[in-house]
């Protein structure tokens, strides 16, 4: 690599270290103004809450943090689409590849459920299970989908110039676990039967996607994989299948 391109990896390794900072402040500022507060700063805050629940404010935040963040490096210069995954696509090749992984990750995944289920015992019911009830559930599973690994790839850029595909993805995947073990609500949510098994999902799928991307190296693909796992494994969950089977 020239002196030029360890560079502008560097930069753009900055760059996501502030992405990643972004994130991890936000999330946990939002914890501790979680509750009500008195005086004036408690009062701002409830209005915004307020309002921000009717003009769904969260979504639009998390639209901008997931999907505006990427545009701007790529707008910018500081990576390329080749780095994000998203030009030189094998298709032929990857989607050979991506629905073996993705057929071969759900049985092994529903293998895991089934036996945690059944050292865990019944379980509450997953936030995430009330997408598929919803007449268009999967937009939402999709619209997940797209964000986190608009998200995952960004962090992985940089890495994946410094030190290669295979260890800077998984190094990028290491640094996704850090951050979000440093917010507090996902902490918080680990301790929570229903909410846990929804982080515990999540991550797991970040592990098939990012092994997905070490061979296809295709943003695309990887939303393509993470959105039959979850759908398919929601869609197990839902059905009582861990559950059921613990009694």
Known sequence: MSVTATQDAQRLLAAVGGYLAAYVVATNLAWIL???????????VEFIRSWGGKLYLNDWLRVAYYLLSPYLVLYYGWASPLDLGLANLDWIRGTGQMLALALGGLAVLALVW???????????????????????GWAF???????????????RSPLLLLVGAYFGAYLALAAVYASALLNARTRHELTIPGAREGVLLTGIIAVWTTSLYVYVQNLWLC??????????????????MGRASAT
């Open 34 to 44: 979680r509750t009500p507060r008195p005086g004036r700063l408690g009062r701002a």
């Open 114 to 136: 089934w036996q945690y289920v059944r050292q865990a015992g019944p379980q509450p019911a997953m936030p995430q299970e009330q997408w598929l009830g919803q007449p268009w």
């Open 141 to 155: 599973i999709l619209r997940e989908a797209i964000l986190l690994e608009s998200g995952w790839a960004l962090v």
């Open 223 to 240: 939303i393509a994989a993470h959105l039959i796992l979850r759908v398919c494994l929601l869609a197990l969950v839902r059905r009582g």
